[in-house]
């Protein structure tokens, strides 16, 4: 999703798009447009910096300016919305700094124990929030979130500050053209915020006020050439650079005064003394002024590094760069993941966004609808030709299956046929009838598995050459009498006479493979009554397996 976060100053509006996916952040871009003074408007300059994106953005983020918002942390011994409600509007009426009934304020829940909440609270005056969102609205930049400045830092640092290094209340110094915002962190949420009427402007006119040249001119001066002394390097310094530096210090005095008593206002709220100071805006490039603010006030003082911050080290974007866009970043991640649903956002109820709807342009549409109306007209054409093609294939099946179970039962109907096919358990239950009466034909008039010959063939195989004996009585089969079933063996027995107890040891290990349960007689001695050798009369008898080949 694309995103715009916009800084509309009066002097130069600022832009910054990032692409947001599952909530990851990547800087697409950003944008400054200069207010031509004396030809221009920031509406104008807003309007053209629109027009020249290469796609318009998915949804628009901008910011009130801290000089007509206010905003208070109030902690309530509720967690009930509707009494959180009641209470916001009873705790402001002491607090706003202008008439409750011309107020508008959203809510934002910084974080809730037990039954205790606390809560974010931004309000501005309703006139001047709906001449903003209609000035946004001119300059086609109608925004889905219209947010404060404090919001938009405190998104900001909450993104790019690890946890443990807001334990401290950090302050923020944005130093504008026309003005300067002050801001304090402290464990995530806004803690205080102070707009100042002190710029690059200030400076600039206290040069054109010296040396009688135009606001252009002294800006140009200011920016190419300003520096400011810190106290660490006054005294090293020409007298030359010493009154240049005196020059723009005697406007930037009472700004610093003024910053030393915001962060005293810090350590009364939090007990706390902030701990570091960022800076931004395109003042905070002037030479020497970080190491003065750091030197003046007793606090480390650097450069906010917002989209280097964002990038992750992806990308490292220039001082100047860092600096002017941090309002602008942090106005874009109000609208990223979680953030936009605790978002301080006056786009909401009266001053919601008003549905696109109402100025569609049917013309800038058409092209889209055509290739919409083809593709839907292609996929139902498809359907058809699919289901054509599936009831011809269900046809064919149809006619083969009938053929096929006309085939396999025989002569048979068209009507009972499809009373088979209309009822798939009646069939199957035919079917397997039909193989029944098969099974039992062939085995009706195959052969016979335990056929006498078939076994007295397995038994000569199993018994080998090596062994000879002289049968006497062989028989397999049962009784005359008995029930044929033909799951039960048939008995069997074999006599023989062996010329030696070897050879009946021989059959024993050799029969096994051709008898269950084989059983095996005492050997009986055979007396001689010719003269000839004695021999042994053995019987072996037990369960005839099915001939080899027929199992």
Known sequence: MRILGLDPGSKIVKAVEIDSAFGRVEIHEF??????????????????????????????????PTGVTTFRNLKLPTRDRKAIQQSVTFELEDELPFEISGAS??????????????????????????????????AGADPDVLTTEAWALRTLLNKILPTAHQETPVVVVDLGRTRTVAYAHWKGRPLLVKEFNFGGDSLSAAISDRHSISLREADQVRVQEGYILPPSIYEKSTREQQEFSDLLLQPLAPFVIGLKQFLLACRTTTHQYPSRIFICGGLSQMQGLGALLEEELELPVSPLQSLTALSQGALKYSEQTDAAFAMAA???????????????????????????????????????????????????????????????????????????????????????????????????????????????LNRLLGKNPYSPILALRDISTAIGKNTVVDMIQFRVGSAPTAPYDPKIEPDASITVLVSNPQMAEQMNQALPSRFNNLVKSQLEEIPSTDGSPKRWKVTFSGKSRPAIGMK
């Open 31 to 64: 944008h400054e447009e200069p207010v031509n003074e004396g030809e221009d408007t920031p509406d104008a300059a807003l309007a053209r910096l629109i027009s020249r994106l290469r796609r318009r953005p998915d949804r628009i983020a901008s910011l009130l």
């Open 105 to 138: 304020w959203e809510t934002s829940i910084i974080q809730q124990q037990g039954n205790q909440t606390e809560l974010h609270v931004a309000a501005t005056l309703a006139v001047r929030l709906k001449e903003s969102i209609e000035h946004l609205e001119n």
């Open 330 to 440: 942090g106005a874009a991640l109000t609208l990223v993941g979680a953030e936009k649903s605790i978002a301080i956002n006056f786009r909401r109820g009266v001053h919601g966004k008003r549905s696109s709807t109402t100025d569609l342009n049917f013309s800038k549409i058409k092209k889209p609808l055509t290739y919409a109306a083809f593709i839907v007209i292609s996929f139902f054409l498809s359907l058809v030709i699919e289901s054509a093609t599936y009831q011809q294939k269900l046809s064919d099946a149809d006619v083969q299956l009938e053929k096929n179970l006309k085939s396999f039962f025989g002569q048979m109907s068209s009507s009972g046929i499809r009373n088979y096919l209309s009822r798939p358990s009646e069939l199957k239950k035919a079917v397997e009838r039909e193989l029944g009466k098969q099974r039992e």
